[in-house]
Structures are given as structure tokens and as C-alpha cells.
């Protein structure tokens, strides 16, 4: 599914066709793709909150299949094996960051479906050191939304700092919140859900959400830490305010309409704003252990990779509960 020109999804902007198969390069790897799951940063690039970096671009980067092809030197995978492959595609390992373990934030890096092909199609290409294993436990369509949804709710939730027993408020609750709320009870937390949706609120509950209320309801307690998955600027002065002081706020999307100016008494008392932005190769290997050792559970719908048009409107409009997941195979 191919996207030329930005649009709403419900005017279709993306548009089968069909490509030459993709050959892997030196260290890279190619995949015969099972699954993809939908992630609203696609939405993003196809609306076109996002710039183009290539033109046409094949959007996708919670890609799941199986490595049909090896570059020269490949030694960490054999056709066969089953990988998924995230939104980081590539770091150059020299920058200042890279050095100081920060490579979500290299200067140079390239991304899954914005910068290279991803994987709304049936084949992809990408360098071995960026793939992930995935664990048994979980099938391609149940796996896909861990590789985006679930590692930047896992990166956003180190960032908050939350200890075990600590009150965490998720603001929105789509395919990222429903799987921090599963791992962070897990670990420990009261888990508070702020939703305008009836059935997201009735998953949230389903899955151990101790409160369901609106964004401008305020909890039954102060929350410890909060996460903005929402990209509603509106909704941050408001998680501001539900988090007692000395509690952080961090908001976990790639864009977000603007934030409206607040009371500076909404941040005093040492309360902590911050974002989460891409995430590391160790978040996505670390977040997966995690993940089967809970195990996560995923909600998702499935679509053919031709309505992948729909899938984007589906999610736009709160009507998938849970995850998105376009299967190919």
C-alpha cells in the first residue's frame, strides 16, 4: 500500500500496487511479511502531520515475518526465523547520543516506514542489528502491536520513574495504554484510565483499571505519574493537574495539536513534563522479556492489507478496540 499524496484515509490516499521485491543489502535482511499493525504515527504520514523523507513511501513499522533472504556477513539470523521489525531502522552508532546509549534520539537516524519501505506490503528489507527476536509466547497478529504500541508505552512508563505500588494515570487508552496497563499492574501499580470512549473505558476495566473517568474528571486521588498517549495538547494542563507534586507527566506521542498556555501553579511544586521520543534496540529486547513474562495480552482487529485505508480511519475515530493489524499471509 503505497502513499503519493496526503490525505484523510477516507479519501483511500494509499494505493495498492504492485513492486519488485526488495533485496536486502550488506547486514541486512529481508523478510516475508505475516503481519503489520497499524500505528497512528502512520496516520500522522498519511494525514500529513508528518513530512514526506521519501516520496512515494510504504508507511508500516510493527512489522512481523519471516527472513526469506541474508545480506553479506548476516550471522544473527537464518532464513526462517521469525522477527519483527520496529520503527527504528537504523543508528549510526558515532553521534553523541549513540555514544551516551541515547541512539533513540542519533542525530542521523532513519525510520521504518517514513525513511525506508515498511511494511504495508509483503516484503521488507532492514539491517540485522535492528531486528528483534520475538518470543514464542505470542502469535505474529498478537506480537505486531508489542513492536511500537507496547515499546514506546514501555519507554514512556521507565521515563515516569513509577515505583511499585505508585498510582499511574494513562490519558487515552488505544493500542499503547491497553498494554502499559496490563504490564504496569504487573509491576505493581494502581492504574487510573482517562477516556471519552464508553468501550475503551469498559476494556480499561476489563484489564484491572482501578478508575475510568474523562480527561477533565478528576481522579479519586492524586496520581503519581501519568502518561499523555492522546496527541491532544488540551489533555496535558489536565494530567498537570491530576498528578500530585513532585509527580511527572510524560507525553508519549510523535506529534500533538497545541498545547494551550496554563497556570504555572500547574507545574510549581517540582511536578515534571517531559516526552518520550523513539525508543532503543535494549527498550524494544527488554520491554519483549517483560512482555512474555506477564504475558500481555493484546486486543486487536484484523484487516486485509487492501483496507489498510480503513484500518487508518478505524483507529482515527476510536472505533478499534485496542489494536489495528493488517495480515498479509
Known sequence: MVLESRDEPEQKPLQLRDLPSPEPGSGGIRVRV?????????????????????KPIIPGHQIVGIVDALGAGVKSFKEGDRVGIPWLHWTDGECGYCRRGRENLCERARFTGWDVDGGYAEYVVAPADFACPLPSAFSDEHAAPLLCAGVIGYRSYRLTRTRSGERLGLFGFGASAHIVLQFARHLGNECYVFTRTPAHAELAKKLGAVWTGRAEEQPPSKLDRAIVFAPAGPIVPLALRAVRKGGTVVCAGITMSPIPQFDYADLYHERVLR???NATRNNARHF???????PVRTEIEIFPLERANQALAAMKHSRVKGAAVLKLR
Open 34 to 54: 505475516s503481519v503489520c499493525a497499524v500505528c497512528r504515527t502512520d496516520l500522522h504520514l498519511v494525514e500529513g502531520d508528518l513530512p514526506f523523507r521519501k
Open 288 to 294: 519483549l522479556e517483560l512482555a512474555a513474562e506477564v
Open 275 to 277: 516526552t518520550a521520543a
